[in-house]
């Protein structure tokens, strides 16, 4: 619930900053907030160690990544499947640490991260 909240505050944010816009320019861009929304929500639905391979494919196949060579091979290795995978990793971790000390999200991430109270 609160990670939907916060994709949602996060995606929506920049609707909230235009000004002097159309309103047609903004249902586009509401639009696309939502489409965007929707497909990060559909990718968190998968297993967790699955879903990088699953958008390598769609990215890589689906997107015509293959057109551009071993220069979109390289990209979509790096930028879809292994950063995704070390994402999926560092999130693997903090669950485990969640699970095992029973400590507050807050602080698991100020311990593995060393990052000042929030």
Do not use: C
């Not at 320019?25 to 699955?50: E, G, V």
């Not at 995704?84 to 991430?109: A, H, P, T, W």
């Amino acid at each position: 619930m609160l990670k939907e909240k916060l994709l949602i505050f996060f995606l929506m944010s920049n609707v909230f900053n235009i000004k002097n816009e159309n309103k047609k320019d903004l249902k586009k861009i509401n639009s696309h907030y939502k489409n965007k929304y929707n497909k990060t929500m559909i990718y968190y639905k998968f297993p967790i160690f699955i879903r990088p391979i699953f958008l390598f494919m769609y990215s890589y196949v689906l997107k015509l990544g293959f057109l551009n060579s071993w220069q979109g091979l390289v990209f979509n290795l790096f930028q879809v499947l292994w950063y995704r995978f070390l994402v999926d990793i560092n999130i693997y971790k903090i669950k485990k640490k969640l699970k095992s000390e029973k400590l507050q999200f807050k602080k698991v991430i100020n311990n593995m991260y060393g990052f000042p109270k929030i």
